[in-house]
Nanobody
Framework: QVQLVESGGGLVQPGGSLRLSCTAS????????MGWHRQAPGKQRELVAT???????NYADSVKGRFIISRDNAKDTVWLQMNSLKPEDTADYYC??????????????WGQGTQVTVAS
């Protein structure tokens, strides 16, 4: 069974940094695009950043210049480096990935989420 497991969330002061990581486990063929989304209390889940297998990246306007997404295909891991954090970045952060279980089956998988709180 394919799983995505996030880590790295926590409490940080405004202006601080956090690094989230997400690793895929289980039996699968390959992982295509991976990404991070977030959901603040009372709000809809929103895209934060995505990265293709060839490392092309895309960011939400609200995080451009502050967040950096990266991945290591050999480790089946994606990271989100979050700098200059603001209170409005407070949310549950979820990673997701388009994963081919074998050459004919693929699906979108989500992690369980990790909480990020930005407060003084």
């Amino acid at each position: 069974q394919v799983q995505l497991v996030e880590s790295g969330g926590g409490l940080v002061q405004p202006g601080g940094s956090l690094r989230l990581s997400c690793t895929a486990s289980g039996i699968f063929f390959r992982i295509n695009t991976m990404g991070w989304h977030r959901q603040a209390p009372g709000k809809q889940r929103e895209l934060v950043a995505t990265i293709t297998r060839n490392a092309y990246t895309n960011y939400a306007d609200s995080v451009k210049g502050r967040f950096i997404i990266s991945r290591d295909n050999a480790k089946d891991t994606v990271w989100l480096q979050m700098n200059s954090l603001k209170p409005e970045d407070t949310a549950d952060y979820y990673c997701n990935g388009e994963i081919w279980e074998d050459v004919s089956r693929r699906g979108e998988y989500w992690g369980q989420g990790t909480q990020v709180t930005v407060a003084s």
